[in-house]
Every structure is written in structure tokens, then in C-alpha cells.
């Protein structure tokens, strides 16, 4: 039997203008602290439901990941 983990399915998206340098690094190294723990928790089973909703969580958290980066070169 395969193990059933939940997933955070969306993610909260802070109003990342509205953030100083300061609060945008923060905010970075929490999202990287949740991708860091997704990737502990990856499913083995690539082909199963648990695996999409791990890998679509992932995919949520690298882009903001990006949005932040790409405001943090702006500031």
C-alpha cells in the first residue's frame, strides 16, 4: 500500500510589489525552506496522483521563487 501525503495545492501569493528588499529576501528563504521540504517528501511513484499534486505544488513554489528573484535584481 502506498503511502497518501497532502500537499499544499495552492499557494498564498503575497502582494510582492508592495515588499522592500527586506521582506522579499524573507519571503525568499521561507519558499525555499517549503520547496527544500517538498523535496524531502517527493513520492517514489512518478506515475501516481500523489506524485502530480507533489510535482504541481513544486512548480508553484519555483516560480514564485522566480518572481522573487526577478524583483529582487530590480531592487
Known amino acids: ?14 502582494n510582492l510589489e ?3 528588499e527586506l521582506e522579499l529576501r524573507r519571503e525568499l528563504a521561507e519558499v525555499r ?14 506515475m ?3 506524485y502530480e ?7 508553484d513554489l519555483e516560480d514564485l521563487e522566480d518572481e522573487i528573484l526577478d524583483l529582487l535584481d530590480e531592487v
Request: hydrophobic letters at 35%; a negative charge; aromatic letters at 10%.
Open 1 to 14: 500500500m502506498s503511502e497518501k501525503f497532502i500537499f499544499e495545492t495552492e499557494i498564498e501569493r503575497p
Open 18 to 20: 508592495s515588499m522592500g
Open 33 to 46: 525552506e517549503r520547496i527544500a521540504l517538498l523535496d524531502f517528501q517527493e513520492p517514489e511513484d512518478m
Open 48 to 50: 501516481s496522483e500523489n
Open 53 to 59: 499534486a507533489w510535482g504541481s505544488a513544486h512548480e
